[in-house]
């Protein structure tokens, strides 16, 4: 259809040769703040963060920028982004959210991540962040189930810094094949997230089926 009308997608490539003079002069600053929003209640749902990320780490492999820096901003971004869900959290009903966190759309999603932490802790946050829509979830889950600031960054940072440090890395090495990376995080985030309906499934009817033997008890 677009070689009908005489037009033609951008390859990774030519994208990478666009953006290039805007990471030269502001990586640095747009690594975080995508890391950041990427991890951010509602904003990750629709902002590409973590492809941001992985254009760090081919910018890094150009040259243009520092590996390591580029890690280091990353996690940190990723951090804040959680912890800022995390606050959310502990607002409570004071949160200004508080309505849409009682909506029938995401309080059920609340209640299954914080059952996931309490039986997994440290690895319901590495597999939350590597599920779009469950990244944000874990972290206001994690202060709604009374979770203390210190467990929370005791789990998070180094959940942080293995998500991003996947992306940004990722990028870095596969940099002239960013569409079979881009791929495969999709296809795993994918699994994770089939995975855990799965076992929320079978939560539900473990439970359902505990209530019917209550019931007849």
Not at 90 to 104: I, K, T, Y
Request: aromatic share 16%.
């Amino acid at each position: 259809m677009f070689e009908l009308a005489d037009l033609r997608l951008p390859t990774f490539s030519e994208w990478v040769a666009v953006l290039g003079g805007l990471y030269d002069r502001w990586g640095y600053a747009i690594v975080p703040i995508a890391a950041a929003l990427e991890n951010t209640f509602i904003v990750n749902l629709f902002f590409p963060g973590g492809t941001i990320l992985i254009l760090g780490g081919v910018y890094a492999r150009i040259g243009q920028l520092d590996l390591a820096i580029v890690i280091l901003l990353g996690w940190l971004g990723t951090f804040l982004g959680a912890s800022f869900d995390y606050c959310i959290g502990r607002g409570g009903g004071r949160s200004p959210l508080a309505r849409l966190l009682d909506h029938p759309r995401v309080a059920p999603p609340l209640a299954h991540a914080g059952m996931l932490l309490g039986r997994y802790g440290f690895l319901a946050f590495l597999g939350g962040h590597f599920t779009s829509h469950t990244r944000s979830v874990i972290a206001i889950a994690a202060a709604l189930t009374g979770m203390s600031p210190g467990r929370f960054v005791l789990y998070e940072l180094p959940a942080a810094f293995i998500w991003s440090t996947t992306y940004v890395v990722g990028g870095y090495l596969l940099a002239h094949q960013l569409h079979v990376f881009e791929e495969f995080l999709n296809r795993f985030g994918w699994y994770v997230a089939i995975g855990l309906l799965a076992f929320f499934g079978w939560q539900t009817w473990r439970t359902f089926r505990g209530g019917q033997k209550s019931d007849k008890g």
